[in-house]
């Protein structure tokens, strides 16, 4: 797990400005014409909480624990923004 900073944006006003990046999930929106797909980071802030950001808003505060590209894949997050 890596230690991120999450920005504002737009209308998404982070929980807490740092917390801890868990993995890459899956989100979708109900559109007229169907789901809309899009990508989030799940961060775990200090207090415990979980919360799913737009990868536009984090950023990572440290290095990768080895030079390799670890992909990790959260499985049945269902969160509420």
Same mark, same amino acid.
């Given at each position: 797990?890596?230690?991120?900073?999450?920005?504002?944006?737009?209308?998404?006003?982070?929980?807490?400005?740092? *917390?801890?990046?868990?993995?890459?999930?899956? %989100?979708?929106?109900? &559109?007229?014409?169907? +789901?809309? !797909?899009?990508? =989030?980071?799940?961060?775990?802030?200090?207090? *415990?909480?979980?919360?799913?950001?737009?990868? %536009?808003?984090?950023? &990572?505060?440290?290095? +990768?624990? !080895?030079?390799? =590209?670890?992909?990790?894949?959260?499985?049945?997050?269902?969160?509420?923004?």
């Amino acid at each position: 797990m890596r230690s991120v900073n999450i920005s504002k944006i737009g209308n998404i006003i982070p929980h807490a400005p740092e *917390g801890v990046f868990h993995c890459w999930g899956a %989100e979708f929106e109900e &559109f007229e014409s169907g +789901p809309g !797909n899009y990508t =989030v980071a799940v961060v775990e802030h200090s207090d *415990g909480t979980v919360k799913l950001y737009p990868p %536009e808003a984090i950023r &990572f505060v440290d290095k +990768p624990e !080895n030079d390799s =590209v670890r992909i990790e894949q959260c499985r049945d997050v269902s969160i509420e923004m």
